[in-house]
């Protein structure tokens, strides 16, 4: 086995030996299955004539046009779940400056950079797992509600499985824009810290204010939210875009590289300023 693997093999063990994946992915379970599910009977309900617009208070205006549904709802998996592949990889990584587990790790393997490379492999990997979790929240119990309302949930189109396909990567990538966060930023409260004000508060205020006008609309298909949900082709951000404001988001080969600009900025960043550093 090459000391590379030998590295990789390290990580996936300080990963899995701890309670933090796991909380992490039945919390993201629970949170994206409650929004989905939610979000699908709302507009299935409406769609179906189940449920009358201005009952639900959409002021007449309806649901989105048939066929657009079933990707708004399954694009939740990403669209509000990548804050925890974010967290992963953050707490991942600030949890060896906290806990000063990287004096053995270099210790064991000098080769710093090796350290990172696998740290990110590994974080990356795990973010596709937990992006196949959240599609089963999504996808699981969204298509179930849109079924139940005799709206085709579309579960037969190639579209929406190029969508799941997206999501997936999407969601690793997102644990690794959490490793460069981690490194970037070793504390571990500061980092928690950023990453919550920043996906909950921050981006969201961005996105919604970049909507105005063709200028700032453009400016912000490239916040790292937007870019994700260029890349999965769904979001429901769509929803609360201002008539006559054309939003289109970047294609999805564009956002994938945004975001991959972002975590390779967050980690290389990181790698020069706390990760060659003395950590005694």
Do not use: C
């Not at 379970?29 to 201005?54: H, K, V, W």
């Not at 970049?210 to 870019?227: K, Q, W």
């Not at 006559?244 to 900025?265: D, N």
């Amino acid at each position: 086995m090459t000391p590379f693997l030998r590295a990789i093999r390290a990580e996936f063990a300080k990963t899995l030996t701890t309670r933090m994946w796991w909380v992490l992915a039945a919390v993201m379970f629970g949170y994206i299955a409650l929004l989905a599910g939610g979000l699908a009977a709302l507009f299935a309900g409406i769609e179906s004539g189940a449920i009358s617009p201005d009952a639900a208070g959409t002021g007449g205006q309806g649901a989105p046009p048939l066929g657009s549904l079933p990707p708004l709802v399954y694009s939740f998996a990403s669209s509000v779940g990548y804050v925890f592949p974010v967290l992963l990889g953050a707490l991942s990584t600030t949890g060896e400056f906290r806990h000063q587990t990287l004096t053995p790790t270099f210790l064991a393997n000098p080769r710093r950079g090796q350290v990172l490379g696998a740290k990110t492999v590994t974080l990356f990997l795990a973010g596709a797992g937990f992006g196949v979790v959240a599609l089963l929240a999504s996808v699981g119990v969204g298509a179930l509600v849109i079924g139940a309302f005799g709206v085709d949930p579309l579960l037969g189109d190639s579209g929406t499985w190029a969508l799941i396909g997206r999501t997936v990567l999407a969601m690793a990538m997102w644990a690794g824009v959490g490793v460069g966060l981690g490194v970037l930023v070793p504390s571990q409260v500061a980092a928690v810290v950023i990453v919550l004000a920043f996906t909950q508060f921050v981006e969201p205020l961005l996105r919604f204010a970049s909507m105005f006008t063709e200028v700032t609309a453009g400016i912000g298909n490239y916040l790292p939210g937007a870019a994700s949900d260029a890349l999965v082709g769904a979001s429901f951000f769509t929803i609360a875009s201002p008539t006559g404001t054309s939003t289109a988001m970047l294609e999805w080969w564009q956002g994938g590289l945004v975001l991959l600009a972002y975590a390779v900025a967050a980690t290389v960043g990181g790698y020069f300023v706390s990760w060659k550093r003395d950590v005694t």
